[in-house]
């Protein structure tokens, strides 16, 4: 079981970056990807989160409205567009299977967390 994060970057505030969960060794068909970032010192949080099947989602309060997350199964992915991005968002950002539901997301992540993508949000 695999999971890669990646499409991070520097992006200025009110910029957009999309980044993307490669899955392997299992199928997104089953299980629900979350996405969670952090920030040196500070505790990991969840941000979204999607269902097996893409049947819902959830997403934490400072990112609605800004973030979408969605599932491609063909490809056994699952992305998260981030827009109108604040200096706030800058962290790194990990993908991990979670459960999911519409009011919330487990934080425990069944695989570990692997590397993540570093996100920077700065002019």
């Known amino acids: 079981v695999q999971l890669q994060a990646s499409g991070g970057g520097l992006v200025q505030p009110g910029g957009s970056l999309r980044l993307s969960c490669a899955a392997s060794?299992?199928?997104?068909?089953?299980?629900?990807i979350g996405w969670f970032r952090q920030v040196p010192g500070k505790e990991r949080e969840g941000v979204s989160c999607?269902?097996?099947?893409?049947?819902?989602?959830y997403y934490r309060d400072s990112v609605k409205g800004r973030f979408t997350i969605s599932g491609d199964n063909a490809k056994n992915t699952v992305n998260l567009q981030m827009n109108m991005l604040k200096p706030d968002d800058t962290a790194v950002y990990y993908c991990?299977?979670?459960?999911?539901?519409?009011?919330?997301?487990?934080?425990?992540?069944?695989?570990?967390w692997g590397q993540g993508t570093q996100v920077t949000v700065s002019s």
């Open positions: 060794g299992f199928s997104l068909d089953y299980y629900a």
């Open positions: 999607i269902s097996s099947r893409g049947r819902f989602t």
């Open positions: 991990a299977r979670v459960p999911c539901d519409p009011q919330g997301m487990g934080e425990v992540s069944l695989d570990g």
